[in-house]
Nanobody, 119 residues
Framework: QVQLQESGPGLVKPSQTLSLTCTVS??????????WTWIRQPPGKGLEWMGV???????AYNPSLKSRTSISRDTSKNQFTLLLSSVTPEDTAVYYC???????????WGQGTQVTVSS
């Protein structure tokens, strides 16, 4: 069973860069066909897909966030990381990392981590 755990700061100041790491256990982030996704949910709103990194390291991003988003991985640590630059209070949300056996599947979810953007 794949397990995911998000980690990072709970509070970020406006204009700073948010960095969240997802640590994966029970499976390798290089396993064929698996995709590793970041999704967030602002308070009172629905889920927003942010981006994905594949088992081969290729990436794709939400066009509305693409200019501020970067997803990378560290295969030696079995982790993948989200960077979101120039944050504003509108980036306040619960952030989830997710594993899927295909890019369009969300089989395993982390517990989510609350990030608040405030001065």
């Amino acid at each position: 069973q794949v397990q995911l755990q998000e980690s990072g700061p709970g509070l970020v100041k406006p204009s700073q860069t948010l960095s969240l790491t997802c640590t994966v256990s029970g499976g390798s982030i290089t396993t064929n066909y698996y995709h590793w996704t970041w999704i967030r949910q602002p308070p009172g709103k629905g889920l927003e897909w942010m981006g994905v990194i594949s088992y081969s390291g290729s990436t794709a991003y939400n066009p509305s966030l693409k200019s501020r988003t970067s997803i990378s991985r560290d295969t030696s640590k079995n982790q993948f990381t989200l960077l979101l630059s120039s944050v504003t209070p509108e980036d306040t949300a619960v952030y989830y990392c997710i594993a899927g056996s295909r890019w369009y599947q969300y089989d395993y979810w982390g517990q989510g981590t609350q990030v608040t953007v405030s001065s």
